[in-house]
């Protein structure tokens, strides 16, 4: 995916008009030198007087757009409370019900712990290690374990559905967080304590103290035999076929048939034993003497935490803002609770996405946006073709399947073509809790029900209002939703060197994770499988490696490095995107020269957009939770870490020089696409 992003709050002023160029010259800080730092030299003018909103953990155009997409979704709710109940539809009324009944604090307060006093008494009930499995697998739960799954295709099996199995069980965003001798790390832990003690007095334990420590200590344990991040996003280490047969032998402490009966999900299938796909396959057997080792005492008091955590913003205040006060301010920074009403639409975007979604891109996005969106994603296609064509170090026999690769990547553009049945949902006005353990429970149902059915390639994995873009490697499919397609990222009316150095790398960037070193482990019908000669991955992975070793070198925070592995495929789709959006731009003048507006070539332009895409600043804990965990790289290495490998921005801006921060010498620079 490109971004990394929070949904947000309206700004209370529009978004800035875009002028003919679309490069806002306000934002720009021209007495930076290009090669000094783009991302200043782009949006230095911004920063100088950017502040981070005290509800958020970053500023920026992401934050922009992200409130803007929000306000329409609350447009959207207010017309729908003003409607006659008689005129609604059954799917509306569901969501109106959501939006009011998650609103209304006062009756959340009144009600206090009871609506889930029934839920925490079977916590508080369970008597052994099975009893503790059912209540990990139910989803109306919302529980958390030492293993997790999901239900998605098979990699070698694209058009089969499989269970796939890994490694979970922590409250804090990553083992890095538990592990890692670091000042701020240590005072998380510390936080996070303190907030296990208030989560059990929620759920009415005593002897909070005590239980919360034993509680800790467990997830430390977890976090000992966890797999690092970086590990955990090679395909080749986390494909590993196996069965609850196979699972009992390798790891026979956890209750595997049970867990999965309480999950709704059979040991049979209509092709004989049901095939789960294993992630962190050398930490199963660990967590699962983890798991028979540990006291049940402990993992009730466990659980308690995972529930009060998971369903705290419709429990009573002091529990939201207890959660809060951990999960936003200790973690990240955030001095203040975002607006109710924005959380709303949020939760109801995750919920019930496509049936808000459907509403949403009947007002904001129309059939001539989605139709210029789509032929910038043909020309960048063709533009990839051609570059796939003219590549120096891929060998004829790579080069042909790469090509059959890259025309067979499915596009969705703006929204679905058929809409999700929301009919089997039950969303009871007045009950937060029971309507947000229902739309959890609808899911699992949906998921499991469709479990032994071919793939649906129609669905989509972004709801319609989402800032966000995806590339689905076993589908081999590219999504953009219409919550991204809007301006200041693309805009029909911009000039084209804009929107193809923002949406147009975006795009390039989507179309690059087909080829990203997990991505290009795929093939074009989407199997996981080898079609590279040997020379040639041995030659693509020098020049990744190249690029890895780059971002090792870089530090957001003092002593706190990114991750050039763990970045890598985000970090190879940033610059082959990058690259393949300029030859895009080029292409689309179909010969003639670019025109120079407001002192800017159609270069320059390009670069310019590229780094004013990535206008962003963040909060220090919020970087410090990426870089431990997250494949992304902060935005403004996602410009300069980008820029700084790509002849093209040196010849636009011929005052880079030697001795510039970023400049790199011509036989360093990573070239891949």
Same mark, same amino acid.
């Given at each position: 995916?490109?971004?990394?992003?929070?949904?947000?709050?309206?700004?209370?002023?529009?978004?800035?008009?875009?002028?003919?160029?679309?490069?806002?010259?306000?934002?720009?800080?021209?007495?930076?030198?290009?090669?000094?730092?783009?991302?200043?030299?782009?949006?230095?003018?911004?920063?100088?007087?950017?502040?981070?909103?005290?509800?958020?953990?970053?500023?920026?155009?992401?934050?922009?757009?992200?409130?803007?997409?929000?306000?329409?979704?609350?447009?959207?709710?207010?017309?729908?409370?003003?409607?006659?109940?008689?005129?609604?539809?059954?799917?509306?009324?569901?969501?109106?019900?959501?939006?009011?009944?998650?609103?209304?604090?006062?009756?959340?307060?009144?009600?206090?712990?009871?609506?889930?006093?029934?839920? =925490?008494?079977?916590?508080?009930?369970?008597?052994?290690?099975?009893?503790?499995?059912?209540?990990?697998?139910?989803?109306?739960?919302?529980?958390?374990?030492?293993?997790?799954?999901?239900?998605?295709?098979?990699?070698?099996?694209?058009?089969?559905?499989?269970?796939?199995?890994?490694?979970?069980?922590?409250?804090?965003?990553?083992?890095?967080?538990?592990?890692?001798?670091?000042?701020?790390?240590?005072?998380?832990?510390?936080?996070?304590?303190?907030?296990?003690?208030?989560?059990?007095?929620?759920?009415?334990?005593?002897?909070?103290?005590?239980?919360? *420590?034993?509680?800790?200590?467990?997830?430390?344990?977890?976090?000992?035999?966890?797999?690092?991040?970086?590990?955990?996003?090679?395909?080749?280490?986390?494909?590993?076929?196996?069965?609850?047969?196979?699972?009992?032998?390798?790891?026979?402490?956890?209750?595997?048939?049970?867990?999965?009966?309480?999950?709704?999900?059979?040991?049979?299938?209509?092709?004989?034993?049901?095939?789960?796909?294993? *992630?962190?396959?050398?930490?199963?057997?660990?967590?699962?003497?983890?798991?028979?080792?540990?006291?049940?005492?402990?993992?009730?008091?466990? =659980?308690?935490?995972?529930?009060?955590?998971?369903?705290?913003?419709?429990?009573?205040?002091?529990?939201?803002?207890?959660?809060?006060?951990?999960?936003?301010?200790?973690?990240?920074?955030?001095?203040?609770?975002?607006?109710?009403?924005?959380?709303?639409?949020?939760?109801?975007?995750?919920?019930?996405?496509?049936?808000?979604?459907?509403?949403?891109?009947?007002?904001?996005?129309?059939?001539?946006?989605?139709?210029?969106?789509?032929? =910038?994603?043909?020309?960048?296609?063709?533009?990839?073709?051609?570059?796939?064509?003219?590549?120096?170090?891929?060998?004829?026999?790579?080069?042909?399947?790469?090509?059959?690769?890259?025309?067979?990547?499915?596009?969705?553009?703006?929204?679905?073509?058929?809409?999700?049945?929301?009919?089997?949902?039950?969303?009871?006005?007045?009950?937060?809790?029971?309507?947000?353990?229902?739309?959890?429970?609808?899911?699992?149902?949906?998921?499991?029900?469709?479990?032994?059915?071919?793939?649906?390639?129609?669905?989509?994995?972004?709801?319609?209002?989402?800032?966000?873009?995806?590339?689905?490697?076993?589908?081999?499919?590219?999504?953009?939703?219409?919550?991204?397609?809007?301006?200041?990222?693309?805009?029909?009316?911009?000039?084209?060197?804009?929107?193809?150095?923002?949406?147009?790398?975006?795009?390039?960037?989507?179309?690059?994770?087909?080829?990203?070193?997990?991505?290009?482990?795929?093939?074009?019908?989407?199997?996981?499988?080898?079609?590279?000669?040997?020379?040639?991955?041995?030659?693509?992975?020098?020049?990744?490696?190249?690029?890895?070793?780059?971002?090792?070198?870089?530090?957001?925070?003092?002593?706190?490095?990114?991750?050039?592995?763990?970045?890598?495929?985000?970090?190879?789709?940033?610059?082959?995107?990058?690259?393949?959006?300029?030859?895009?731009?080029?292409?689309? =003048?179909?010969?003639?020269?670019?025109?120079?507006?407001?002192?800017?070539?159609?270069?320059?332009?390009?670069?310019?957009?590229?780094?004013?895409?990535?206008?962003?600043?963040?909060?220090?804990?919020?970087?410090?939770?990426?870089?431990?965990?997250?494949?992304?790289?902060?935005?403004?290495?996602?410009?300069?870490?980008?820029?700084?490998?790509?002849?093209?921005?040196?010849?636009?801006?011929?005052?880079?020089?030697?001795?510039?921060?970023?400049?790199?010498?011509?036989?360093?620079?990573?070239?891949?696409?």
């Amino acid at each position: 995916m490109r971004k990394w992003v929070l949904a947000g709050l309206m700004l209370s002023v529009a978004l800035p008009a875009l002028a003919l160029t679309g490069v806002t010259q306000s934002y720009m800080d021209k007495s930076v030198a290009p090669g000094k730092d783009f991302f200043l030299y782009g949006n230095g003018g911004w920063a100088k007087s950017a502040v981070i909103p005290p509800d958020r953990t970053y500023a920026g155009v992401n934050l922009e757009l992200n409130k803007q997409n929000d306000d329409r979704l609350k447009a959207i709710i207010a017309e729908l409370a003003r409607k006659p109940d008689a005129s609604v539809t059954p799917e509306e009324r569901k969501l109106r019900n959501f939006y009011a009944g998650y609103m209304d604090v006062p009756a959340i307060n009144k009600a206090g712990m009871a609506p889930a006093k029934p839920d =925490l008494d079977r916590i508080a009930a369970a008597k052994d290690l099975n009893d503790v499995a059912k209540l990990m697998g139910d989803a109306a739960l919302n529980l958390d374990g030492p293993f997790g799954f999901y239900i998605y295709s098979d990699e070698k099996h694209p058009n089969q559905y499989a269970v796939h199995l890994g490694q979970s069980g922590l409250g804090m965003p990553d083992r890095d967080y538990y592990l890692k001798a670091d000042k701020a790390l240590a005072a998380n832990r510390d936080a996070y304590k303190v907030w296990l003690e208030k989560a059990l007095g929620f759920a009415g334990v005593a002897d909070t103290k005590a239980r919360a *420590a034993a509680v800790f200590d467990l997830e430390v344990k977890i976090a000992q035999a966890s797999w690092p991040a970086a590990d955990r996003r090679d395909q080749d280490k986390i494909y590993n076929p196996s069965t609850i047969a196979d699972l009992q032998k390798s790891a026979p402490e956890f209750p595997w048939g049970t867990y999965m009966q309480a999950s709704g999900i059979s040991e049979k299938s209509p092709r004989g034993a049901r095939v789960m796909i294993v *992630a962190e396959n050398t930490t199963f057997p660990k967590l699962a003497k983890l798991y028979a080792a540990t006291p049940v005492a402990v993992w009730r008091d466990y =659980l308690a935490t995972r529930y009060i955590h998971g369903f705290a913003a419709v429990l009573p205040s002091a529990v939201d803002d207890a959660n809060f006060a951990f999960f936003s301010t200790a973690l990240n920074g955030s001095t203040k609770q975002i607006d109710r009403s924005e959380r709303a639409v949020q939760m109801l975007n995750y919920r019930m996405g496509e049936g808000l979604g459907k509403l949403y891109v009947a007002r904001w996005f129309p059939p001539a946006a989605k139709a210029k969106a789509d032929l =910038l994603v043909q020309n960048l296609i063709k533009a990839y073709a051609e570059d796939i064509k003219t590549l120096g170090w891929m060998t004829p026999e790579t080069r042909a399947k790469a090509l059959v690769k890259l025309n067979k990547i499915a596009r969705k553009i703006g929204y679905p073509d058929h809409w999700r049945d929301y009919s089997a949902l039950a969303v009871p006005k007045g009950q937060p809790l029971k309507a947000f353990q229902n739309a959890l429970v609808f899911e699992s149902n949906r998921q499991t029900a469709r479990i032994d059915k071919p793939v649906d390639r129609s669905e989509w994995i972004m709801t319609p209002s989402t800032n966000n873009a995806y590339y689905d490697p076993s589908l081999n499919e590219i999504a953009f939703p219409a919550g991204i397609l809007q301006p200041p990222y693309f805009d029909a009316n911009a000039d084209d060197a804009v929107n193809y150095g923002g949406i147009g790398a975006t795009i390039g960037h989507e179309i690059s994770h087909g080829f990203d070193d997990q991505g290009s482990k795929f093939d074009g019908d989407g199997v996981f499988q080898n079609w590279w000669t040997a020379a040639d991955r041995k030659n693509f992975d020098a020049r990744t490696k190249a690029l890895a070793k780059q971002y090792d070198g870089y530090t957001p925070l003092t002593g706190l490095h990114i991750n050039g592995q763990l970045t890598l495929g985000e970090n190879i789709a940033d610059l082959a995107g990058l690259e393949i959006a300029l030859k895009a731009y080029r292409i689309s =003048l179909n010969g003639k020269p670019a025109p120079v507006i407001d002192g800017f070539t159609g270069d320059q332009r390009f670069y310019i957009a590229y780094s004013q895409s990535w206008r962003e600043i963040w909060r220090e804990g919020r970087t410090r939770q990426i870089v431990l965990s997250n494949p992304h790289s902060p935005s403004n290495y996602r410009v300069n870490g980008v820029v700084r490998n790509s002849d093209g921005w040196y010849a636009a801006f011929p005052a880079i020089k030697p001795g510039d921060a970023f400049y790199l010498p011509a036989s360093e620079r990573v070239k891949l696409w």
